[in-house]
């Protein structure tokens, strides 16, 4: 990113800097593009994941599921059933939209061939994913979850597809998304796509998911009544969602916030509203347990000692709760 500062040139200028600006442009494209397992030419840059749903899904009127993230929820008919262990169930895939993993629990979904929209950013560079082998037609990512910059993403759309611009203008990003490249950004997207993919070739995300597993296990033998939403079930490395019924989430985000923890309520994007989890309230929880509930996110370089820390003040604050409701 510090480098591409230095590439003063517009990208769609056919002189020497601008040239130079598109190269880096087309670097980073095929950067994304290799760690998603999708071809350049199909990788449209929007400021982030909201965007990139926008794009996809205005006008379309598909089905969705309550589970899915408030920038997917926006855009389509929330028709679709969420069982008790959060798996979605899709009848008319060309119709459909479907997460890969959810913000919140980190549950993984099953993507059905033809669907028509996949919310990939959560599933990004930490499982497997092949856009070319999915046999998903549309599919987001945003760079920041993936250690990348903050207000850059993709819309993946395989050729064929049709691409209403939302925003017009210029003949950017193949006519379908008009504005001036954010170049620095996506060099960013770009260089943290393909460190990404090297990551999870070598199994760094294991070794993240044996840490997640430590931590669920350690609190579960503290003999409280925890529930871990969506144990049982296929869920990214790194998510682990956990309640107390009648402990207010937001309260445990401001304990352990205090104690030098930064948690959420559930995804970045909505834990700030304190409203209770759609989440959870669509997979059968009880409205006790769903306002109870917190996402601990842990990554590469979380330490066994942080996770045991973490621990010990959250029991800490459990036990100040148990003593005040008892």
């Not at 350049?40 to 379309?60: Q, Y």
């Not at 769903?290 to 029991?315: K, L, N």
Request: charged share 20%; aromatic share 4%; net charge neutral.
């Amino acid at each position: 990113m510090c480098a591409a500062m230095d590439v003063v040139g517009n990208p769609s200028s056919v002189h020497g800097e601008g040239r130079a600006a598109k190269a880096l442009l087309e670097r980073a494209r095929g950067q994304v593009a290799a760690a998603l397992g999708a071809e350049g030419a199909d990788v449209i840059f929007t400021s982030g994941a909201t965007e990139a749903a926008a794009l996809a899904l205005a006008g379309r009127g598909l089905l969705g599921a309550p589970v899915e993230h408030d920038a997917v929820r926006a855009w389509v008919d929330e028709a679709l059933p969420v069982a008790a262990d959060g798996a979605v169930a899709v009848t008319d895939p060309t119709r459909s939209v479907l997460q890969a993993a959810n913000s919140e629990t980190g549950i993984l979904q099953e993507l059905p061939e033809g669907l028509a929209f996949a919310d990939a950013t959560q599933a990004f560079g930490k499982v497997p994913f092949a856009f070319n082998w999915s046999g998903v037609q549309m599919a987001a990512v945003s760079a920041h979850k993936i250690g990348g910059p903050k207000g850059v993403g993709a819309l993946v759309a395989r050729r064929g597809t049709g691409i209403a611009a939302q925003i017009r203008g210029g003949g950017q990003e193949m006519g379908r998304r008009a504005g001036t490249e954010n170049l620095i950004g996506i060099a960013g997207f770009g260089a943290a796509a393909e460190a990404a993919a090297r990551e999870l070739a070598d199994g760094i995300w294991e070794d993240v998911r044996q840490k997640r597993d430590l931590l669920e296990e350690r609190l579960a033998s503290s003999g409280n009544t925890i529930i871990f939403v969506g144990k049982d079930a296929r869920r990214l490395p790194n998510t682990s969602c956990l309640a107390v019924a009648g402990w207010k989430n937001e309260t445990q985000v401001m304990q352990m916030d205090l104690a030098g923890f930064a948690i959420s309520a559930g995804s970045a994007c909505s834990s700030g509203k304190l409203r209770q989890s759609p989440v959870l309230t669509a997979m059968g929880h009880a409205r006790d347990v769903a306002g109870g509930a917190i996402r601990v996110s842990i990554g590469p370089a979380t330490t066994e000692d942080e996770i045991m820390r973490f621990a010990e003040a959250w029991e800490s604050a459990l036990r100040k709760h148990m003593a005040r409701a008892a």
